[in-house]
Every structure is written in C-alpha cells, then in structure tokens.
C-alpha cells in the first residue's frame, strides 16, 4: 500500500514538473507571450462558422482542404470531419498537450490530419478554406501568411478577431459583450 502511495505522489510530482516546464517554455517563446496556448471555441460563433463553412462544403463538388491553424484539440475540424467525409481537414497545433488531445480526438478520422508544427512554417496553399480563433498578437502574422502563401478563391473565417492588414469580406455580428464575439470573413 504504501509504495502505491509513494508511486502516485511520484506521478503526480511528474506531472507538476511537466507543467511547469511547459509554462517556463511558453513565457520563454517571445512570438507567443501574449497569447494561451490554447483558448477553446464555443458557442454561438463556433457554430456560426460550423454552419457558414458546411454549406461551402456540401455545395462543392470537389475535395476541399479545410485548415485550423491553431487548431488547441481539435473540435471544430472533427465535427466538420464526422459531417463530411468527403473533404480533408488539417489542423496545426504547437502546444504539445492540445496536440495530443487533438490527435488522440481524430484517431477514427481518415479525412483529418493534426500536426504538431508552428503554423507560420506550414504552407497554406493547399487550403481551400482557413478557420481560425487565434489571439490579436497572432493576427498580422496571420493575413501577411495568407497574402504570400493563400491561393486564388481561399475563404477565412476567423472567430472574434479581425486580421488588420486584409480586407474585409463579411463581418456576421453575434451580439456578444466580452471580447469572443463576431465572425471576421476574408476571401482572396
């Protein structure tokens, strides 16, 4: 009995550590200081952009590659994944525990890729459509990203945060008061 106790005070001492290294990394790497490494989405702007990108999908008659970069664990590109087979869905992750939650949620998937990479060295090209809740430091990157790497016809939908060097297609209100509201759409 006691060295069960002892092996689970160790295990949990492992885990305290872990966490800890994973902060120190996180306030060491100064392009993403000021952002989570992982923020989910939710509510009623994830399911705006579920539903905005799910008529895209079902009027096309070609596979489309659908792309979260920062995509945390995954969510939004599995449940587009479930509802249509038919399309490629990748998502890119560099925080290693949201990583793993999202590799491990895609595991019956064949139609999802999840990648442990730093979205700025991942070519966008292939996507036909971006969805994106990534934080304002994040954002200018993101639209300079696009505009060297996007193709002709790219649509993006980003939740609650405008990419201020793109040109604004859409902007879908959702009449929230904190800082996650409205949907930003661009297409190049």
Not at 154 to 181: A, H
């Amino acid at each position: 009995m006691i060295w069960l106790l002892l092996f689970i005070n160790l295990l949990l001492l492992a885990a305290a550590l872990y966490l800890l290294f994973v902060i120190a990394r996180l306030f060491m790497n100064k392009e993403y200081r000021d952002c989570p490494p992982y923020l989910p989405s939710f509510g009623k702007e994830k399911r705006i952009i579920v539903s905005r990108v799910g008529e895209i999908l079902k009027n096309s008659s070609k596979e489309m590659t659908i792309l979260d970069p920062g995509c945390g664990t995954g969510t939004l590109l599995i449940g587009l994944a479930k509802k249509f087979p038919n399309h490629k869905f990748v998502g890119i992750e560099w925080g290693r525990p949201a990583y793993l939650a999202a590799k491990f949620n895609a595991r019956n998937l064949k139609n999802v890729t999840v990648i442990q990479q730093d979205m700025f060295t991942y070519p966008f090209n292939e996507a036909d459509i971006i969805v994106c809740f990534l934080m304002p430091p994040l954002m200018e990157r993101l639209g300079n990203k696009i505009k060297t790497d996007g193709k002709k016809g790219l649509t993006i939908f980003s939740n609650s945060f405008e990419i201020p060097n793109m040109e604004l297609n859409e902007k879908v209100e959702t009449s929230r008061l904190f800082f996650i509201k409205d949907i930003y759409i661009y297409k190049l």
